[in-house]
C-alpha cells in the first residue's frame, strides 16, 4: 500500500538534515508501529507521508498504491485515503461530538454512523455534547478515532494515540485500532513508545537520528530499540504486565 524509499528531509532552510534515506513499507490491512525515541524523526515521517510540515524533501520518494505521491499537495493525499490523527486530540468549543465526526464526511449515513461509534467504544448520548474541557482524555481519543474513520481512509496515521493513557484505557484503545482493521479493513501506522503495542501490530520500523535502524517483526525492532535506549529491564516488565486484550 505505502511505501517511501531512500526519503530524504531537510528542514526549509536546509540547516537541519531530519530523515536520511529512510525507507518505510506498510501494507493493506496491516497495523505498523512507527518506533523511536522523542526528537528520532518519527513525527517528521509521518507529516512527510501526509504533504505536511515545514520542510524540504531531497531526496526519495513515496508511492501509494504504486503511485508517486511525493509532489502532490497534502489535500490530494487526503481524497487518496491517507488520514492523520495528532498525539493531542482536536478541542473546538461549541461544536457537537456528532458535528465534528460528521465534519469530515458530511454525507455519512446514520447507519454507517452507529457502526463507527460502536466500534470505538461511543455511547449515542454522547453525541449532543459538545468538544470541550468536559470530556474525559479517554473520551476525545475515541471521538478522534471515530472522526478519522468516517472518512474511510486506507491509511490511517495515529501520532501516539496512546500517550499518557493510563494501562486500562491503552488496553482498550488497543482492542479499538484491531476493531477498525477488522470491521473497516484500514492499515494503521501507529507511533508509539509502548511495548504492549507489539501484540496488535503486524510489522514494525525504528528510527534514530532520522535513519532507519531496524525493520521487521515487532518483536525483533522492539528489542533492538530497548537495547538503544537501555531500557531492557522497563521492556521486560512491561511486556508481563501490558496489553491482555485481544490478539490479531
Same mark, same amino acid.
Given at each position: ?7 530524504? @528531509? &531537510? ?6 538534515? $531530519?530523515?536520511?534515506?529512510?525507507? $518505510? ?21 509521518? =507529516? ?7 520542510? +524540504? ?7 501509494? =498504491? ?7 499537495? !497534502? ?41 463507527? @461509534? ?22 476525545? +481519543? ?21 500517550? &499518557? ?20 479493513? &484500514?492499515? @494503521? ?27 521487521? !517483526? ?6 533492538? =530499540? ?19 486484550? +485481544?490478539?490479531?
Amino acid at each position: 500500500m505505502l511505501q517511501a524509499n531512500n526519503l530524504t @528531509i &531537510s528542514s526549509k532552510n536546509g540547516e537541519a538534515r $531530519l530523515l536520511k534515506e529512510v525507507n $518505510l513499507e506498510v501494507k493493506e490491512k496491516e497495523i505498523h508501529c512507527l518506533l523511536g525515541r522523542n526528537g528520532s524523526g518519527k513525527t517528521t515521517l509521518a =507529516y512527510a507521508i501526509l504533504g505536511l510540515g515545514d520542510y +524540504k524533501k531531497e531526496g526519495g520518494q513515496i508511492f501509494f =498504491y504504486g503511485e508517486d505521491i511525493s509532489d502532490l499537495p !497534502t489535500f490530494e493525499r487526503a481524497r487518496k485515503g491517507i488520514t492523520l490523527a495528532f498525539q493531542e486530540p482536536a478541542r473546538f468549543d461549541g461544536l457537537s461530538v456528532e458535528e465534528f465526526i460528521k465534519a469530515g464526511n458530511p454525507s455519512i449515513k446514520e447507519e454507517e454512523l452507529e457502526e463507527i @461509534i460502536n466500534t470505538v467504544g461511543i455511547n449515542k448520548e454522547i453525541l449532543s455534547r459538545n468538544i470541550d474541557e468536559k470530556l474525559s482524555g479517554g473520551e476525545r +481519543k475515541r471521538i478522534e478515532l471515530a472522526s478519522v474513520v468516517a472518512m474511510r481512509p486506507k491509511l490511517m496515521i495515529l501520532d501516539e494515540p496512546d500517550a &499518557s493513557l493510563d494501562i486500562i484505557v491503552y488496553n482498550e484503545l488497543y482492542d479499538i485500532l484491531l476493531n477498525i482493521k477488522e470491521k473497516f479493513h &484500514s492499515s @494503521i501506522l501507529l507511533i508509539t513508545h509502548r511495548e504492549e503495542a507489539g501484540m496488535i501490530a503486524d510489522k514494525a520500523t525504528l528510527i534514530e537520528k532520522g535513519e532507519q535502524v531496524a525493520a521487521g !517483526t515487532f518483536r525483533h525492532v522492539m528489542r533492538k =530499540y530497548c537495547d538503544l535506549t537501555g531500557r531492557r529491564d522497563r521492556c521486560m516488565a512491561g511486556r508481563k504486565a501490558g496489553y491482555k486484550g +485481544k490478539k490479531s
